[in-house]
């Protein structure tokens, strides 16, 4: 099959030729955080056709962007990985990914909040200039309402840096169970901490005041306002 092309000598160009069909983005978005086998891939992502995501990762393979390795375990298997070509797109990854979260609004019934995506908006929301000489815990309690059981990540903040991942932290400095989609109105600021309490979006375990810290920490600014018509001068 003959790949499509622009006809552009561009380098932005040549990227979406790379990665610019349906679902590659979400196959590497879905990489980042580490190797998948292919049931793996497929529970992350649902909707995608088995084919499509077998041609998907045949053409990010062909273009170096991820390579199959075989698992020295005793049940050997294949998974999937980044290369280091890949590896060079999570920074764009998390840029693209703020600039959509800054579009979100309420989710639809059926969409999917996978613990890759939780662990990626924590990385993705991060205000590292916020965190210098910041210091802190936190974990996260998404319950049945977000995506039909309990899941836990925790986030640990250093000095503008932070290191995000699965399962609780062994002593986290605050706790916090969202509620429902009002968690997203916490972040993008529609929401201050004390409102958020008093309004049941967030309950937490620990000082009110690391709430606050934590909505410094982990921000999605807000989108610039639509203009209607014609923009004249």
Not at 81 to 110: F, H, K, V
Not at 171 to 182: A, K, T
Request: hydrophobic letters at 40%.
């Amino acid at each position: 099959m003959t790949a499509r092309t622009y006809g552009q000598f561009c380098g932005l160009a040549r990227a979406l030729e790379i990665i610019g069909e349906r679902w590659s983005l979400l196959v590497i978005r879905d990489l980042v955080l580490g190797p998948k086998r292919f049931d793996e891939l497929q529970q992350g992502l649902p909707k995608i056709p088995t084919s499509i995501l077998s041609t998907r990762l045949n053409e990010l393979e062909r273009h170096g962007v991820v390579q199959r390795r075989v698992l020295s375990q005793l049940d050997a298997g294949v998974v999937y990985e980044l290369t280091e070509y890949g590896n060079d797109l999570d920074q764009i990854l998390l840029q693209l990914g703020l600039w959509g979260a800054r579009s979100l609004t309420d989710p639809a019934a059926d969409d999917l909040f996978t613990l890759d995506a939780a662990i990626l908006s924590l990385y993705t929301t991060f205000q590292p200039d916020a965190a210098r000489g910041v210091r802190g815990s936190f974990e996260l309690h998404y319950g049945a309402e977000q995506m039909g059981d309990q899941m836990i990540v925790h986030a640990v903040v250093e000095d503008g840096a932070v290191t995000a991942g699965e399962g609780p932290h062994p002593d986290p400095d605050l706790v916090i169970e969202p509620r429902g989609p009002l968690m997203l109105k916490l972040l993008n600021g529609e929401l201050d901490a004390t409102s958020a309490l008093t309004c049941g979006a967030v309950a937490i375990k620990g000082d009110p005041a690391r709430l606050e810290l934590f909505t410094r920490l982990f921000h999605i600014p807000s989108a610039p306002s639509k203009t209607e018509g014609l923009v004249t001068h």
